[in-house]
């Protein structure tokens, strides 16, 4: 990276209340969205639910961009990044869907929401934006929260079991990862439904081919709660909830985007209440409150503070 490439990049405004209230809907549906995936598993295996949503979200993609008169095959020197995110964002569904093969969906949870703390972490190296000792204690509260309201840790686990956390550990961290990269290459400056279309198109075949790979199959016509499920996934997961993610992440500070997404498992314990009748326990209203003084810390006015002297790199044209 040559120095005549080198630019200042800002760290991201402070979530404002609209961002806030934007990203507990989101946290709110992708909870919600758990409970789609495990509902429809009967009917239709886990990569090619994501591989259908993907194929669905994209045609979503393509009827926005089209009616916001967004030029998605403009030259806007994105390609090499959009490509990049695109691979992490597929080998990021197989990584965790493969995962929980092996481990359970309780240890996956809590392994998956590594993730802010690699935002954080590359937020500091690539974006100039530096959290104080008090915002990752803040990070650190709701990361035991979350464990506290998920039930981990567990006695008793095996190198089968270990070899599953690693996986979806892995798919936490390339969450992150293409966090990143929408916030620190060209992406940054295209319109989001552009980013997002890179990592949903590219995403379809990774998916496929691993649902081969993995020997997946539909043996039956689904039901009609299956194709509705699917359709919550197709239209308001990745069509819609993707997209405004995407440009929340192009806007606001990404650390603090990220925190607010360890209320996505909350959701889901709750959503698992009173769709799947599973059992909530006091413990989980002491998680409740870890998460969110958690969230307090790391979203207080003034904590976080950018770097001005770190490099990134200048938009291609």
Same mark, same amino acid.
């Given at each position: 990276m040559s120095p005549q490439n080198l630019k200042i990049a800002p760290a991201g405004r402070p979530l404002n209340a609209t961002a806030v209230a934007l990203m507990v809907m989101l946290c709110l549906s992708w909870g919600f969205n758990q409970i789609s995936v495990k509902l429809a598993l009967p009917d239709i295996p886990p990569l090619?639910?994501?591989?259908?949503?993907? /194929?669905?979200? @994209? !045609?979503?993609? @393509?009827? %926005?961009?089209? =009616?916001?008169? $967004?030029? +998605? =095959?403009?030259? *806007?020197? /994105? @390609?090499?990044? #959009?490509? @990049?995110a695109g691979i992490f964002f597929g080998v990021e569904f197989i990584l965790i869907y493969r995962g929980l093969v092996y481990t359970t969906a309780s240890r996956a949870v809590v392994f998956l929401y590594i993730a802010p703390f690699v935002v954080a972490l590359g937020s500091k190296r690539y974006l100039g934006e530096t959290l104080s000792r008090l915002q990752w204690g803040g990070l650190a509260l709701s990361f035991v929260g979350v464990a506290l309201a998920i039930g981990v840790p567990q006695p008793s686990v095996d190198a089968r079991v270990i070899l599953g956390d690693l996986l979806v550990m892995g798919g936490g961290i390339l969450w992150a990862v293409t966090t990143l990269v929408v916030k620190a290459t060209p992406l940054l400056h295209a319109p989001a439904e552009k980013t997002l279309a890179y990592q949903v198109a590219i995403s379809v075949p990774i998916l496929a081919l691993g649902a081969w790979v993995s020997g997946e199959s539909i043996t039956h016509m689904p039901g009609a709660l299956a194709w509705s499920l699917m359709a919550y996934q197709t239209i308001w997961i990745v069509g819609i909830t993707f997209l405004i993610w995407v440009a929340l992440v192009k806007t606001y500070s990404a650390s603090k985007l990220s925190s607010f997404t360890f209320m996505t498992p909350l959701f889901g314990v709750i959503g698992g209440y =009173? $769709? !799947?009748? *599973? /059992?909530? /326990? +006091?413990?989980? &209203? #002491?998680?409740? +409150? +870890? %998460? !969110? &003084?958690g969230l307090y810390l790391v979203n207080r006015p003034g904590e976080a503070a950018v770097d001005p002297l770190l490099p990134v790199t200048e938009t291609d044209t």
């Open positions: 090619l639910q994501a591989a259908i949503r993907s /194929t669905g979200g @994209l !045609m979503i993609i @393509l009827v %926005v961009a089209w =009616f916001r008169g $967004v030029r +998605l =095959f403009q030259r *806007d020197g /994105t @390609l090499k990044a #959009g490509l @990049l =009173f $769709v !799947m009748h *599973d /059992t909530l /326990t +006091l413990a989980f &209203a #002491g998680a409740a +409150l +870890l %998460v !969110m &003084a």
